[in-house]
């Protein structure tokens, strides 16, 4: 079973960045491809960015290419999101999650194994 830890949440203003990390633990963290997804209040879980388990291939929602990374360190079991010049819009709690297919990334929620318990991002305007 693979747990899913989300840090470096927080309160930013508009334009500034962030740096979320998602720590795995109780698994090969090298099998597994990796997501990010964000929920809005009053909104449906929406897909933000995925890697693959090399980190060689990447894809983003349309609404966050050119300001968002995502990348990870398959030493430190960790996968990374970059967010600079962050919108009222992001503002959403952000989750990490692990899909067992290494090689796929995938932008539907059902088609990912694991799921951590989320960190909360909040922009001001």
């Known amino acids: 079973q693979v747990q899913l830890v989300e840090s470096g949440g927080g309160l930013v203003q508009a334009g500034g960045s962030l740096r979320l990390s998602c720590a795995a633990s109780?698994?090969?963290?090298?099998?597994?491809?990796m997501g990010w997804f964000r929920q809005a209040p009053g909104k449906e879980r929406e897909f933000v960015a995925a890697i693959t388990w090399s980190g060689g291939r990447t894809y983003y929602a349309n609404s966050v290419k050119g300001r968002f990374t995502i990348s990870r360190d398959n030493v430190k079991n960790t996968v990374y999101l970059q967010m600079n010049s962050l919108i009222p819009d992001d503002t959403a709690v952000y989750y990490c999650a692990a899909n067992r297919r290494a090689g796929v990334l995938s932008t539907r929620i059902n088609e990912y194994d694991y799921w951590g318990q989320g960190t909360q991002v909040a922009v001001s305007s």
């Open positions: 109780g698994g090969t963290f090298s099998s597994l491809a």
